[in-house]
């Protein structure tokens, strides 16, 4: 069973930039799909950006898509998420979670293995 643990969140201001990742253990990391995810207080749980098993393949939640990106280095177990041009509304908690690849990938229940999370804030 692959476990998931988040790092690289913090206070930044408006427009800053920072990087997420997602180090995974356990076997077949390199066999699943990767989403992260994110949650603001008071909020449902938000679909940021999603990464097939090879990397070959990226998806977007239109809020983020232009600013952030993710990519995997499956020799690392990791999984990144650069985010740029920061803004308030990017305030959450983020979580990674893996999964096998479906359609429907923006869909919290469709993964299998979630980290704890890592607290980003922005400051305006």
């Known amino acids: 069973q692959v476990q998931l643990v988040e790092s690289g969140g913090g206070l930044v201001q408006a427009g800053d930039s920072l990087t997420l990742s997602c180090v995974a253990s356990?076997?077949?990391?390199?066999?699943?799909?990767v989403a992260w995810f994110r949650q603001a207080p008071g909020k449902e749980r938000e679909f940021v950006a999603v990464?097939?098993?090879?990397?070959?393949?990226?998806r977007y939640s239109d809020s983020v898509k232009g600013r952030f990106t993710i990519s995997r280095d499956n020799a690392k177990n990791t999984v990144y998420l650069q985010m740029s041009s920061l803004r308030p509304e990017d305030t959450a908690v983020y979580r990674c979670a893996s999964g096998a690849w479906s359609l429907q990938y923006s869909v919290p229940r469709g993964y299998d293995a979630w980290g704890p999370g890592t607290q980003v804030t922005v400051s305006s």
């Open positions: 356990g076997r077949f990391f390199s066999s699943y799909a």
């Open positions: 990464i097939t098993r090879g990397g070959g393949t990226t």
